[in-house]
């Protein structure tokens, strides 16, 4: 179904020697079935569900497809084997069954993105959600020029993942520019003083891969043994093995109090107050990024996450839904599976009887 109505793109009118004017058009919006949010793993298991229900839909995503990946630390490895990381039942063969690196899981979903032809446009952030008589308006900026266009869905499903905010700790300095709370290439920090505050495996495997590329590593974590934090055995064990060899220096029982341009004051169990350092990494964690939820009014659990039906994935506003990283399921072979329910639910509600 389309109605009429105002599309806000602008489009700079050339006229030789006059500066360029921006103009409205009016003009037929298109409303989709629905619109997905999202182009991570989720998001691309959604699209080829809704491919095979027959939605009509459209999957917007504020970069690449995977962005989230694409930020990952270069060569990564997932824990989860490669037949847990698929999608829409495309195999994802890895040498020896191997466990997936960053690039391989990247090469695969974008050739799964290929194959299934899904309609994704990228470089396409979604910055506003509003409600409209017959379903969503959703606003957008379009890199590289922030060129802003309007999309109209009867359903809307957010899967946006967390990756988008890391936590940050709360003390003076934590936004100071060498204090980061995540990274990418491990020789960034070739030769430097390099703090790493976190218990769990991003920070253990950092230290891992900090201390490998000849950084001075300091890992702080709050409990009193490093046998007691969070970390996958294989990471605990490759902790152990280079602070035996001196490589990692733990700081137990830590509490970071301040950072500074050079130097960080904490307490620890070791007894060290002032830490010269040249970088910091806190990794405590990713928050949901809300924005385009919270104006809308959607509830929030105690976790901080939307509240939604655990069957059918709709939050507490009619009509948008929420899947992936976004709604709890933080595996990818969890996800995929109820993003199922979720597209049925959406087909179920479009078009008033199942699909
Ligand atoms: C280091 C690390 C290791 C992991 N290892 C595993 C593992 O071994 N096994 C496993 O199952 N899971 C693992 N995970 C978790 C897994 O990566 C996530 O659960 C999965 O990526 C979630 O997929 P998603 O599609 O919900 O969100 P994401 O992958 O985060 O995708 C969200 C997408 O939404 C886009 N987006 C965000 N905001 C907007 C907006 N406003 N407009 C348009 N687009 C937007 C982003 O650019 C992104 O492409 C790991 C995570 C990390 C960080």
């Known amino acids: 179904m389309s109605h009429l109505c105002l599309d806000t793109t602008v489009q700079a009118t050339l006229c030789w020697g006059k500066t360029p004017q921006p103009r409205s058009l009016v003009r037929r919006m298109h409303q989709h079935e629905l619109i997905i949010v999202g182009a991570g793993p989720v998001g691309l298991a959604a699209g080829i569900e809704a491919q095979r229900v027959g939605l009509d839909f459209l999957i917007l995503e504020a970069g690449t497809v995977c962005q989230s990946?694409?930020?990952?630390?270069?060569?990564?490895?997932?824990?989860?084997?490669?037949d847990e990381l698929a999608i829409g039942g495309y195999p994802f063969p890895t040498p020896h069954d191997e466990k997936p690196t960053r690039e391989m899981a990247l090469n695969y979903y974008r050739k799964v993105a290929s194959a299934t032809n899904l309609p994704i446009r990228t470089y396409e952030r979604v910055v506003r959600i509003e409600r409209s008589a017959d379903g969503f308006?959703?606003?957008?900026?379009?890199?590289?020029?922030?060129?802003?266009?309007?999309?109209?869905?009867?359903?809307?499903?957010?899967?946006?993942?967390?990756?988008?905010?890391?936590?940050?700790?709360?003390?003076?300095g934590a936004d100071l520019p060498h204090?980061?709370?995540r990274y990418d290439e491990p020789i960034r920090f070739w030769r430097?003083?390099?703090?790493?505050?976190?218990?769990?495996?991003?920070?253990?495997?950092?230290?891992?891969?900090?201390?490998?590329?000849?950084?001075?590593?300091?890992?702080?974590?709050?409990?009193?043994?490093?046998?007691?934090?969070?970390?996958?055995?294989f990471i605990l064990r490759e902790v152990l093995l280079r602070v035996d060899e001196q490589?990692?220096?733990?700081?137990?029982?830590?509490?970071?109090?301040?950072?500074?341009?050079?130097?960080?004051?904490?307490?620890?169990?070791?007894?060290?107050?002032?830490?010269?350092?040249?970088?910091?990494?806190?990794?405590?964690?990713?928050?949901?990024?809300?924005?385009?939820?919270?104006?809308?009014?959607?509830?929030?659990?105690?976790?901080?996450?939307?509240?939604?039906?655990?069957?059918?994935?709709?939050?507490?506003?009619?009509?948008?839904?929420?899947a992936g990283a976004l709604s709890q399921d933080g595996f990818i072979y969890v996800a995929r599976e109820r993003v199922k329910q979720a597209i049925?639910?959406?087909?179920?509600?479009?078009?008033g009887s199942k699909a």
């Open 69 to 82: 990946l694409v930020e990952y630390p270069v060569g990564m490895r997932f824990y989860s084997p490669a």
């Open 137 to 172: 308006v959703l606003h957008t900026l379009h890199m590289p020029h922030q060129t802003p266009a309007t999309y109209g869905a009867k359903c809307v499903l957010v899967c946006t993942g967390v990756w988008g905010k890391g936590r940050r700790l709360a003390v003076e």
């Open 179 to 181: 204090v980061w709370t």
């Open 192 to 233: 430097k003083r390099v703090l790493i505050v976190g218990s769990g495996n991003s920070a253990g495997e950092a230290a891992i891969r900090l201390a490998d590329a000849d950084a001075q590593v300091w890992l702080a974590v709050d409990q009193p043994r490093l046998e007691q934090c969070r970390f996958r055995p």
């Open 247 to 322: 490589r990692i220096t733990p700081l137990t029982c830590a509490q970071v109090r301040r950072i500074a341009a050079d130097y960080v004051e904490l307490r620890c169990a070791e007894g060290i107050e002032s830490l010269p350092v040249d970088f910091v990494l806190t990794l405590i964690g990713l928050e949901a990024d809300l924005s385009l939820l919270q104006p809308l009014g959607v509830l929030l659990g105690a976790d901080g996450k939307p509240l939604h039906d655990p069957e059918t994935y709709e939050t507490s506003v009619s009509g948008l839904f929420v």
């Open 344 to 351: 049925q639910a959406i087909a179920t509600r479009v078009r």
